[in-house]
C-alpha cells in the first residue's frame, strides 16, 4: 500500500498539472480564436487522439501487463524484447494512418468544417505528421510504466507535453493567424517527448538487466558464455503470440474506447456545427480533468494487479481493487458535484458564448461520471486479469450505444442529445464490468471507505455549495464561498477518516517517515509461490 501511495501521489501530481494545463489550453483556443476555428481544432485533435489510439494497437495494455509479470519472473531478456514486438507494429500502423490522413485531408475537412475546408485540410495534415511520432511516445512510457516507473510518465507525458501545448498555441496566436500554425503548436511537444521517452525506458531496460548479470557472473551460478541460452526464433514467436494474443483485443477496445470519448465532438461538427462543437468540448472539460485523477490512481495499480495475479495473492489484489475505488472516488466526485452545483460559473471561463447552451450538457455528464467512478477500476481488473476479449466486449457495446444514440439524438437535441448519449455510454461501459468481475474473480469496488469518501463529497460539493447559492444567491461569488467552505470541510472529513481511507500509507511521503507496509519486491517472493502460466 505504501508504494502505491507514493506512485499514487506522484501521478496524481502529474493528473493535477495536467488537468489544469489542459484546461487552460482549451480556455486559450475558446478565447484567442474564432468559435469556428475553435470548433474545427477541435474536432480535428479528436480524430488524431482516436486515429493515435488505432495505431497504438493496445500495446500500453499489453506492456503493462506483460512487463511486470515477466520482471517479477526475472526473465529480463523476455521483457527487453517484449518491447520491440510492441513498438514495430505500432510504428508501421501509425505511419499508414498519417499517409491515409494527409491523401484524404480535403474530405475529412468537409466532415470537420464545411465551411472552411481549407484551413481544417491545412490542420489535418500538419497534424498527421506527428501521429507515428506520438504513438511511438505513448508506447515507450507505457513500457517505463510497465518498469514500475511513473516517473517519466508524469514529467514527460502530463508536464511538459502539456505545458509545451499552451506556451506554443500562445505563441502560434501571436506570429500567425492561420489555423495550421495552431495545429503545429499543438503537436510539436511530442517529437521531444519521444527523445525523452526512448531515453528513460533505454535506462530502466538497463538497470533491470544488471542484477541477472551480475548473478550469472559469480559464484555457483557461474558458467561459460558458450553455454548460456542464446535467444532464438521459437522463444520470440512464442513472445510474440504470447503479447499479441493478449494485446489484440484489446487495440479494437482501445479504439472503442477512445471514439467513445472523442467521436461525439467529430459528429457534432459534422451533424451540427463547429460552433456547437465549440461549446460541447468546454461543457465537457470537466470529465478529462476527472478522468486524469482515476487515470492517475490505474496507472500506478496495473503494474501492482498484475504481479500480485500472477503471483496468485488474490487477497491483496481485491485490498488493492477496493482501496483504489475509494481513492478514485475521494480524488474524482469533489470535482464532478462542484461542477455539476456550478455549471453557469465553469462555463464562464471559456466566454459568454459558451455560457448559456452548455449548462444541462454539463450537468447530466457530471452526474453520469458519479456512477461510473463508483464502479472502480474494473477494466482494469479485466485485463490484468487477462480478460481483454471481455474488455473488448464492455467497450465495444458502450461505444454502439453511444454512436447510435448520438446520430438519433444531435439532429434534433444538439449537444444535450450528445450528452444524453454519453452518459448512457458511460454507465454501460462500467456497470458491465462489475458484475464480470465479481463472478470470475469474487472481486468487488466496495471497501470500508468507499461510502465515508462518497458521502464526505456529496455533503461538502454539493449540499453546502446548493445551501450558499440558496442564501447568497447564484453569481459566481456565491459559488465560490461554497466551494472554500466545502473544500475546508472536506479536508477535516478525510482526515477524520484517514484510516478508513488508507490515508495512512500516505504517511511514508512525510519528511524522515520510513515506509510502514513495503510491498514486497520481487527479489524477495519464493520462487515456489510464483504460478508462471501467463
Same mark, same amino acid.
Request: charged share 10%; aromatic share 6%; hydrophobic share 55%.
Given at each position: 500500500?505504501? =508504494?502505491?501511495?507514493?506512485?499514487?501521489?506522484?501521478?496524481?501530481?502529474?493528473?493535477?498539472?495536467?488537468?489544469?494545463?489542459?484546461?487552460?489550453?482549451?480556455?486559450?483556443?475558446?478565447?484567442?480564436?474564432?468559435?469556428?476555428?475553435?470548433?474545427?481544432?477541435?474536432?480535428?485533435?479528436?480524430?488524431?487522439?482516436?486515429?493515435?489510439?488505432?495505431?497504438?494497437?493496445?500495446?500500453?495494455?499489453?506492456?503493462?501487463?506483460?512487463?511486470?509479470?515477466?520482471?517479477?519472473?526475472?526473465?529480463?531478456?523476455?521483457?527487453?524484447?517484449?518491447?520491440?514486438?510492441?513498438?514495430?507494429?505500432? +510504428?508501421?500502423?501509425?505511419?499508414?494512418?498519417?499517409?491515409?490522413?494527409?491523401?484524404?485531408?480535403?474530405?475529412?475537412?468537409?466532415?470537420?468544417?464545411?465551411?472552411?475546408?481549407?484551413?481544417?485540410?491545412?490542420?489535418?495534415?500538419?497534424?498527421?505528421?506527428?501521429?507515428?511520432?506520438?504513438?511511438?511516445?505513448?508506447?515507450?512510457?507505457?513500457?517505463?510504466?510497465?518498469?514500475?516507473?511513473?516517473?517519466?510518465?508524469?514529467?514527460?507525458?502530463?508536464?511538459?507535453?502539456?505545458?509545451?501545448?499552451?506556451?506554443?498555441?500562445?505563441?502560434?496566436?501571436?506570429?500567425?493567424?492561420?489555423?495550421?500554425?495552431?495545429?503545429?503548436?499543438?503537436?510539436?511537444?511530442?517529437?521531444?517527448?519521444?527523445?525523452?521517452?526512448?531515453?528513460?525506458?533505454?535506462?530502466?531496460?538497463?538497470?533491470?538487466?544488471?542484477?541477472?548479470?551480475?548473478?550469472?557472473?559469480?559464484?555457483?551460478?557461474?558458467?561459460?558464455?558458450?553455454?548460456?541460452?542464446?535467444?532464438?526464433?521459437?522463444?520470440?514467436?512464442?513472445?510474440? =503470440?504470447?503479447?499479441?494474443?493478449?494485446?489484440?483485443?484489446?487495440?479494437?477496445?482501445?479504439?472503442?474506447?477512445?471514439?467513445?470519448?472523442?467521436?461525439?465532438?467529430?459528429?457534432?461538427?459534422?451533424?451540427?456545427?463547429?460552433?456547437?462543437?465549440?461549446?460541447?468540448?468546454?461543457?465537457?472539460?470537466?470529465?478529462?480533468?476527472?478522468?486524469?485523477?482515476?487515470?492517475?490512481?490505474?496507472?500506478?495499480?496495473?503494474?501492482?494487479?498484475?504481479?500480485?495475479?500472477?503471483?496468485?495473492?488474490?487477497?491483496?489484489?481485491?485490498?488493492?481493487?477496493?482501496?483504489?475505488?475509494?481513492?478514485?472516488?475521494?480524488?474524482?466526485?469533489?470535482?464532478?458535484?462542484?461542477?455539476?452545483?456550478?455549471?453557469?460559473?465553469?462555463?464562464?471561463?471559456?466566454?459568454?458564448?459558451?455560457?448559456?447552451?452548455?449548462?444541462?450538457?454539463?450537468?447530466?455528464?457530471?452526474?453520469?461520471?458519479?456512477?461510473?467512478?463508483?464502479?472502480?477500476?474494473?477494466?482494469?481488473?479485466?485485463?490484468?486479469?487477462?480478460?481483454?476479449?471481455?474488455?473488448?466486449?464492455?467497450?465495444?457495446?458502450?461505444?454502439?450505444?453511444?454512436?447510435?444514440?448520438?446520430?438519433?439524438?444531435?439532429?434534433?437535441?444538439?449537444?444535450?442529445?450528445?450528452?444524453?448519449?454519453?452518459?448512457?455510454?458511460?454507465?454501460?461501459?462500467?456497470?458491465?464490468?462489475?458484475?464480470?468481475?465479481?463472478?470470475?474473480?469474487? +472481486?468487488?469496488?466496495?471497501?470500508?471507505?468507499?461510502?465515508?469518501?462518497?458521502?464526505? $463529497?456529496?455533503?461538502?460539493?454539493?449540499?453546502?455549495?446548493?445551501?450558499?447559492?440558496?442564501?447568497?444567491?447564484?453569481?459566481? $461569488?456565491?459559488?465560490?464561498?461554497?466551494?472554500?467552505?466545502?473544500?475546508?470541510?472536506?479536508?477535516?472529513?478525510?482526515? +477524520?477518516? =484517514?484510516?478508513?481511507?488508507?490515508?495512512?500509507?500516505?504517511?511514508?511521503?512525510?519528511?524522515?517517515?520510513?515506509?510502514?507496509?513495503?510491498?514486497?519486491?520481487?527479489?524477495?517472493?519464493?520462487?515456489?509461490?510464483?504460478?508462471? =502460466?501467463?
Amino acid at each position: 500500500m505504501t =508504494r502505491l501511495a507514493r506512485g499514487g501521489a506522484l501521478s496524481l501530481a502529474g493528473a493535477v498539472c495536467a488537468g489544469a494545463l489542459g484546461l487552460a489550453l482549451v480556455v486559450v483556443v475558446a478565447h484567442v480564436y474564432s468559435q469556428q476555428v475553435a470548433g474545427a481544432f477541435f474536432a480535428a485533435t479528436s480524430l488524431f487522439v482516436i486515429l493515435g489510439a488505432v495505431s497504438g494497437l493496445g500495446s500500453d495494455a499489453g506492456l503493462v501487463r506483460w512487463l511486470p509479470r515477466q520482471l517479477a519472473l526475472g526473465d529480463t531478456v523476455a521483457a527487453r524484447r517484449t518491447v520491440p514486438i510492441a513498438l514495430v507494429p505500432v +510504428m508501421v500502423t501509425a505511419s499508414v494512418a498519417a499517409i491515409s490522413v494527409a491523401a484524404a485531408a480535403p474530405w475529412l475537412a468537409r466532415l470537420v468544417d464545411g465551411g472552411h475546408p481549407a484551413e481544417a485540410a491545412a490542420m489535418l495534415r500538419v497534424l498527421a505528421v506527428f501521429l507515428p511520432i506520438a504513438a511511438a511516445q505513448d508506447a515507450l512510457l507505457a513500457a517505463t510504466r510497465g518498469h514500475s516507473a511513473m516517473r517519466p510518465t508524469v514529467l514527460i507525458e502530463k508536464m511538459f507535453r502539456q505545458a509545451a501545448q499552451v506556451a506554443g498555441v500562445v505563441i502560434a496566436s501571436l506570429v500567425a493567424d492561420h489555423p495550421a500554425a495552431l495545429a503545429l503548436a499543438w503537436g510539436f511537444p511530442y517529437l521531444p517527448g519521444l527523445v525523452a521517452a526512448a531515453m528513460s525506458y533505454a535506462r530502466l531496460a538497463r538497470r533491470a538487466a544488471e542484477p541477472a548479470a551480475r548473478s550469472r557472473g559469480t559464484g555457483a551460478a557461474r558458467r561459460p558464455a558458450k553455454d548460456q541460452p542464446a535467444p532464438d526464433r521459437p522463444a520470440t514467436a512464442g513472445l510474440i =503470440r504470447e503479447f499479441w494474443s493478449y494485446t489484440a483485443p484489446r487495440a479494437i477496445a482501445q479504439i472503442c474506447q477512445t471514439a467513445l470519448q472523442r467521436a461525439d465532438i467529430v459528429l457534432i461538427a459534422a451533424l451540427a456545427s463547429p460552433l456547437d462543437a465549440a461549446i460541447y468540448t468546454a461543457a465537457t472539460r470537466f470529465m478529462v480533468i476527472g478522468q486524469l485523477g482515476t487515470q492517475a490512481v490505474q496507472q500506478v495499480m496495473q503494474p501492482v494487479i498484475s504481479r500480485l495475479l500472477a503471483l496468485s495473492d488474490n487477497a491483496r489484489a481485491q485490498r488493492v481493487f477496493a482501496l483504489s475505488t475509494t481513492w478514485s472516488i475521494a480524488l474524482t466526485w469533489p470535482v464532478h458535484l462542484a461542477v455539476a452545483t456550478a455549471a453557469p460559473t465553469y462555463l464562464g471561463f471559456f466566454g459568454r458564448e459558451y455560457a448559456g447552451a452548455g449548462q444541462a450538457a454539463t450537468v447530466i455528464l457530471a452526474l453520469a461520471m458519479l456512477v461510473a467512478t463508483s464502479s472502480g477500476p474494473v477494466d482494469v481488473m479485466l485485463l490484468m486479469a487477462g480478460r481483454s476479449g471481455l474488455s473488448l466486449a464492455n467497450n465495444a457495446a458502450a461505444l454502439a450505444v453511444n454512436l447510435t444514440l448520438n446520430v438519433l439524438l444531435i439532429p434534433r437535441y444538439g449537444i444535450l442529445g450528445a450528452a444524453l448519449a454519453w452518459a448512457a455510454a458511460l454507465i454501460t461501459r462500467n456497470l458491465l464490468p462489475v458484475v464480470q468481475v465479481r463472478r470470475m474473480l469474487g +472481486m468487488t469496488p466496495a471497501g470500508g471507505g468507499l461510502l465515508w469518501a462518497g458521502s464526505s $463529497a456529496v455533503l461538502s460539493f454539493a449540499v453546502l455549495p446548493l445551501l450558499a447559492r440558496a442564501l447568497l444567491g447564484s453569481g459566481a $461569488a456565491a459559488a465560490g464561498a461554497g466551494l472554500v467552505c466545502g473544500a475546508a470541510v472536506y479536508l477535516a472529513l478525510l482526515w +477524520m477518516g =484517514r484510516g478508513r481511507l488508507g490515508l495512512a500509507a500516505f504517511t511514508s511521503l512525510l519528511p524522515g517517515r520510513k515506509p510502514a507496509e513495503p510491498v514486497l519486491a520481487a527479489a524477495e517472493v519464493p520462487m515456489t509461490t510464483v504460478d508462471p =502460466r501467463p
